[in-house]
């Protein structure tokens, strides 16, 4: 069992960024709710704690409180923001509403560089803060080891204990030494080692899924996406044959998309593969619908039928298999004003209907989008398929507008596979969450040579994200956008004209449907 730090979710929208720099501490985080209990949370037997910002008041009369009895576990505590308020409000300190939000960079000066959270670190150093109540007394038998302009209690200790508390921000990339911040934490103070590497968890997962599968079969819905090819991967190093894939082909993949998953997985990675072609089917329930939610809606239930038919064929297995990631299972906080608890998107849930009777494995669970991304470089899977960018279940079926007809598809496949080259050659491609491709559903009038043309329009659409939530469109250069237009009225028949999308999400989707 590794070390690992428990941090309390209070509801920030930066709580999975804490759980994220820990691990890039090689230390093993885990997320749990504000108010699990003590006992619960000491059964973790976890080497350090941290309370999390959050949005609330701890005077608000519905405010997220801890188990007071957290603070009697014996194992050191970091409070930062919304925490530290909690440190004060629980351990005889005082909290009162600032004068005004403090809300961006600060200057922190170290009053005692003897405090380990400051080992290493230069006595005064930039940080950010986002806070409306504030420290006004601190609590008893802490002391204060660093100011900023506008808090003098930025950092209070209390060294017997090994309690902190922060009033900024360490976990935001705006606060530069952040992150050394958080390692003097887990190392110097909590003592934890540098145990949580992809390689040991690669290892204890192959022996966990080993544990769970026995000799019993799995089944594995591959998609050619990053999680459910990690998935892949790492299942078939851990039960080899047991395991079956199942790709389907809905006939909305991209350009070679079905022979490079059939080329990895079938005939690199040699696992059983089996392919369903279902392209026609799906394009046949397709046929003249072109509201978008209706779209998914055939989609959706085509796929589950096609999937349930597979496994049938695939034999008797009784586990199915899922890429599902941490921020995924992480509860969220059912906090008012709380951003991370809207954040269950409407994509990627769903899933099979309860009938199927399979028992779950899901390895990838634990696990953080970047952390599956190192753990698939760990088990060979080439780069091509570890940082590709995220594509969307319906496929094409959500870039081609309106009614999708077998000539539009080809017309949207043809205008990707140039963006993807192009993206790809110029090294946009991996800085980037998405770039691609959209068929507008109406034409208009060009001039090609001496002949008039009448022909449909492509939009260009990239954009930059952390999760897909929100995001902003790429200023990319004019050159490169001129290149792309230049390829696809040239060598994509049908394409006459095309756009460059400069919508962020919100108010825009980052798919057009
Ligand atoms: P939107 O268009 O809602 O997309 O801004 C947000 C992110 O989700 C992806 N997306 C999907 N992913 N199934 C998926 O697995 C879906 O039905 C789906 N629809 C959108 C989209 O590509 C973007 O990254």
């Excluded at 591959?222 to 039960?239: E, F, I, P, Q, R």
């Amino acid at each position: 069992m590794n070390e690992q730090i428990v941090i309390l979710d209070f509801g920030s929208q930066y709580t999975q960024v804490i759980a994220r720099r820990v691990r890039e501490c090689h230390v093993y985080s885990t997320i749990v709710r504000y108010d699990t209990p003590a006992a619960t949370i000491a059964a973790m037997n976890p080497k350090g704690l941290i309370l999390s910002g959050g949005p609330s008041s701890v005077y608000a009369k519905d405010a997220p409180l801890p188990d007071k009895a957290i603070f009697k576990l014996g194992v050191p505590i970091l409070g930062i923001c919304y925490g530290v308020q909690l440190l004060a409000q629980f351990l005889g300190g005082k909290v009162e509403k600032g004068q005004k939000r403090e809300y961006g960079r600060g200057t922190l000066t170290v009053l005692d560089p003897n405090c380990a959270l400051f080992e290493n670190l230069p006595e005064s150093q930039q940080v950010w803060n986002s806070h409306g109540d504030k420290l006004t007394r601190q609590p008893k038998d802490f002391v204060v080891v660093a100011t900023t302009e506008n808090s003098d209690f930025a950092v209070i200790e209390n060294r017997e204990r090994k309690f902190f508390g922060l009033q900024f921000h360490p976990e935001v990339v705006h606060t530069p030494h952040g992150k050394e911040l958080l390692a003097n934490f887990v190392h110097g103070v909590c003592g934890c080692g540098k145990t949580w590497t992809m390689r040991s968890y690669l290892d204890q997962a192959v022996e966990d899924i080993r544990a769970q599968v026995g000799k019993e079969r799995v089944i594995l819905g591959l998609s050619g996406g990053v999680d459910s090819s990690v998935a892949a991967a790492l299942l078939h190093k851990a039960v080899g044959d047991q395991l079956t894939c199942i790709f389907v082909n809905n006939g909305l993949l991209r350009a070679r998309e079905a022979e490079v998953v059939q080329e990895v997985f079938g005939r690199n990675f040699k696992l059983k593969l089996q392919y369903e072609d279902a392209s026609a089917l799906f394009l046949k329930k397709l046929k003249g619908i072109s509201e978008p939610e209706k779209k998914r809606k055939v989609i959706g239930k085509t796929f589950i039928d096609v999937f349930q038919a597979a496994t049938k064929r695939a034999g008797k297995a009784k586990f199915l298999a899922q890429g599902t990631l941490y921020p995924d299972v992480i509860e969220s906080v059912p906090i008012a004003g709380n951003p991370a608890a809207l954040i269950k998107s409407h994509h990627n849930v769903g899933g099979l209907p309860k009938n199927m009777k399979f028992q779950l494995v899901e390895p990838l669970r634990c696990l953080f989008k970047d952390e599956v991304r190192v753990l698939g470089l760990e088990l060979g899977l080439p780069r091509e398929i570890v940082y590709r960018q995220p594509f969307p279940g319906p496929g094409l079926a959500v870039r081609v507008l309106g009614a999708i007809t077998p000539d539009k598809l080809r017309i949207t496949r043809e205008a990707d596979a140039i963006v993807v080259e192009e993206m790809k050659a110029s090294g946009w491609y991996y800085k980037i969450w998405q770039s691609f491709a959209v068929l507008l559903p109406c034409k208009s009038v060009g001039v090609m040579g001496d002949e008039r043309t009448y022909d449909f329009t492509i939009a260009i659409r990239a954009v930059e994200s952390q999760d897909g939530m929100t995001a902003d469109w790429v200023k990319l250069p004019y050159e490169l956008l001129e290149k792309l237009a230049s390829r696809i009225i040239n060598e994509v028949k049908g394409v006459n004209r095309c756009v460059l999308d400069i919508t962020s999400k919100p108010p825009g989707t980052i798919e057009w449907e």
